[in-house]
């Protein structure tokens, strides 16, 4: 028996909710990967999961080995790795999650970079708008915008940042430049969509007074990096980070519109609220791997502080 190998092929059938899916992620067939969990359950008599013809459910006792051999094998990892860090190269998995639009503009080229410096680490990328539980993706690390609730997670904030309301200069010709939130409700709205609700309504703030107004989306996505590219394409207004449009603004490919206000999809105090955050495992030792990374964005993101468009 494989335990260890046996333990990742259950970790990997819980992370992606099937048989079949794990055994494609590792090259086993659907009744390959059922044995072999067959077998863990035997050899440590108890169930682990529950299974029927649609779907695979994990057990209360299957859940408490899951986070277990999450962790054993993170430990396995970084062992593997130490070992070759210790040789002067880096190596091992890098786990990353973070939004669409950021995470293709900035952090997959410099996982590129980081990669062609050592060929050892092998990268995951998971782009996502909206809401993740960490722990179940099991990363390494994650980037995302606003300040993070209290949880067991370390957060590093990496950069200052916040929400704008910007349009391309053909739509802005087409339709008219908006002098005031409420003239947005005569315009066309690139809305996101976040847990499968539209955020229909965007709140403002001027001098301390705040409004709120609900809008007739033209257009709704959950994806963040096609709200920017409808922007470019001259479809409408977008509210949008700062730091996903900033070289669009630069190279005047979009327009920061209402400047006199600070737009975002919440109501209540918009300070610091689309700062940009690196979460990542309350561990006592991060993988030096994953602490080359966070150098990688430290020095990256810090010109992004004072390189906002206005």
């Known amino acids: 028996m494989d335990k260890f190998g046996d333990m990742d092929l259950f970790v990997r059938v819980v992370r992606l909710g099937g048989l079949a899916a794990a055994g494609r992620e590792v090259g086993l067939s659907p009744a390959s990967v059922s044995a072999r969990i067959n077998g863990l359950e035997k050899y440590y008599d108890t169930r682990l999961l529950n299974r029927t013809t649609r779907r695979v459910s994990v057990t209360e006792a299957g859940q408490a080995f899951y986070e277990a051999s999450q962790c054993i094998l993170a430990d396995i990892a970084e062992a593997e790795s130490q070992l070759v860090s210790s040789r002067g190269r880096l190596a091992g998995p890098l786990r990353i999650t973070a939004p669409s639009d950021l995470g293709q503009q900035h952090i997959a080229p410099l996982l590129s970079k980081l990669v062609s410096k050592h060929r050892g680490i092998v990268p995951h990328l998971h782009l996502s708008d909206g809401v993740v539980n960490l722990t179940e993706l099991n990363v390494d690390l994650a980037i995302r915008y606003g300040e993070p609730p209290d949880s067991n997670l370390v957060a590093k904030r990496l950069a200052s940042n916040r929400r704008i309301l910007c349009a391309s200069p053909a739509y802005l010709k087409r339709k ?18 976040r847990q499968m609700e539209p955020l229909t309504t965007w709140y403002f703030t001027k001098d301390s007074e705040q409004s709120e107004v609900s809008l007739n989306p033209s257009r709704s996505t959950n994806d963040g990096a096609l709200v920017r590219q409808w922007a470019i394409d001259g479809l409408g207004i977008a509210l949008k980070s700062a730091v996903d449009v900033a070289d669009d603004i630069n190279s005047k490919r979009l327009v920061n519109i209402l400047k006199k206000y600070t737009p975002d999809f919440q109501r209540g105090s918009m300070e610091n609220r689309a700062d940009l955050y690196i979460l990542y495992p309350s561990r006592q030792f991060v993988p030096k791997r994953v602490r080359s990374f966070i150098s990688m964005l430290d020095e990256y993101f810090s010109g992004f502080t004072h390189s906002t468009p206005s």
């Open 176 to 193: 008219g430049t908006p002098k005031t939130p409420d003239d947005l409700k005569n315009h066309e709205c690139l809305v996101m969509v």
